[in-house]
């Protein structure tokens, strides 16, 4: 089987600003479009180039939307169309919870893009009141960037673990999924070889 090929989009803002969008098309006919939510990201995941960068801004909904639009309009063609969307390029996206709510429910909007709700993934490395908005007002799933199992080993990966640890925010998915039962939640787990893969922390 061919090797899947990622393509990579560079959109330059008003303010010369460069976010980055990427196709992701699949042997099972799937094609995803990764979108950004920000430019930069003020979270300091440790595995990550973009958390280094700091936050420099938001971006506006439209600016969200417009990397799906331009990305059906480009690759459709060559790969058949844009089925999913995942929320996992440049940025927190529930750091900017306002507009990638709105972002997200114009893209399954009967008048926006029509993606299913199934479809469309908004990824968060874990903070705790935007979850609860996000379930709470979004029908599209949620994926929570998990990596590691033990607070000592994600408070290093990922800041913000400091905040809301992981008995916190795993209670509060617990507890937010009891009040809505179809919610999807999924967790993402970046294997870093020696610091979250021993099978000690895998359990
Ligand atoms: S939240 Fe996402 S974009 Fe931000 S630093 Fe962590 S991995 Fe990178």
Not at 66 to 84: C, M, P, W, Y
Not at 87 to 97: A, Q, R, S, Y
Not at 160 to 165: L, M, S, V
Request: glycine share 6%; with cysteine; net charge neutral.
């Amino acid at each position: 089987m061919e090797p899947e090929r990622m393509l990579q989009i560079l959109f330059s803002l008003e303010d010369a600003s460069v976010i980055e969008t990427v196709v992701i098309p699949s042997a099972r006919g799937r094609t995803t479009v990764c979108v950004s939510s920000q430019v930069g990201c003020a979270m300091n995941c440790q595995f990550c180039f973009t958390g280094r960068m700091g936050l420099r801004k938001h971006l506006s909904t439209a600016e969200i939307v417009e990397q799906a639009v331009f990305a059906r309009k480009l690759f459709s063609d060559e790969f058949g169309s844009i089925t999913n969307v995942v929320f996992m390029g440049m940025g927190e996206p529930l750091h900017n919870v306002d507009n990638v709510i709105k972002a997200s429910s114009i893209m399954v909007d009967e008048q926006g893009l029509q993606f299913s709700p199934r479809k469309v993934t908004v990824s968060t490395s874990g903070l705790v009141p935007e979850i609860k908005r996000f379930l709470n007002e979004s029908n599209c799933d949620l994926a929570v960037s998990l990596n590691a199992t033990t607070d000592e080993v994600r408070n290093w990966i990922m800041p913000i673990n400091r905040r809301y640890n992981l008995s916190t925010l795993l209670g509060t998915l617990r507890e937010e999924l009891r009040l809505r039962p179809k919610s999807i939640v999924l967790f993402e787990y970046v294997m870093l070889a020696g610091v979250n893969d021993r099978s000690e922390i895998l359990g």
